[in-house]
């Protein structure tokens, strides 16, 4: 998931991770897999420092000594609400369409995933809603009167 979104992952999961959490990570990673996370990390920095996006809360500047330092304000408080905004941030990237890694079109395709017994329960709500209630036969001309045909005991 880091490399969905390198600094966003920097940002609120990996900045409250303890050494020994980074090292078991970095051992299921394999020494390859966090060269090539670092290597995102700091392309993915040189871009938004190259061009900002002002649709993101996350900027990055040049610090004095050139190192590339965050400019978000208030994040996260701590590693839960961190983890929180991320699977937030994920899902509602993945529910809006971008994940470039997901096809989309596999499901938005698939009849087998809509959901046509509730399309058809709506449609039939909606026809049996707008009719009139009538006579079978047409008006009915008898007048009802006395009793029900029900017996009080």
Do not use: C
Request: charged fraction near 40%; proline fraction near 4%; hydrophobic fraction near 30%.
């Amino acid at each position: 998931m880091n490399e969905t979104d390198p600094l966003l992952y920097d940002r609120l999961i990996r900045r409250f991770q303890s050494a020994a959490e980074r090292e078991t990570e970095g051992r299921v990673k394999g020494y390859s897999g966090i060269l090539e996370a670092d290597l995102l990390r700091s392309e993915a920095k040189m871009e938004a420092l190259a061009h900002p996006d002002p649709n993101v809360a996350l900027q990055y500047s040049r610090g004095p000594n050139g190192e590339i330092v965050a400019d978000d304000g208030d994040g996260p408080a701590d590693k839960e609400e961190g983890k929180e905004v991320w699977r937030k941030v994920m899902e509602m990237r993945f529910l809006g369409g971008g994940d470039g890694d997901f096809d989309y079109r596999e499901v938005d395709d698939n009849e087998e995933w809509d959901d046509n017994a509730q399309e058809r329960r709506d449609a039939e709500d909606e026809y049996f809603g707008q009719e009139e209630p009538s006579w079978v036969l047409g008006e009915d001309k008898r007048q009802l009167s006395g009793e029900t045909g029900v017996q009080d005991f």
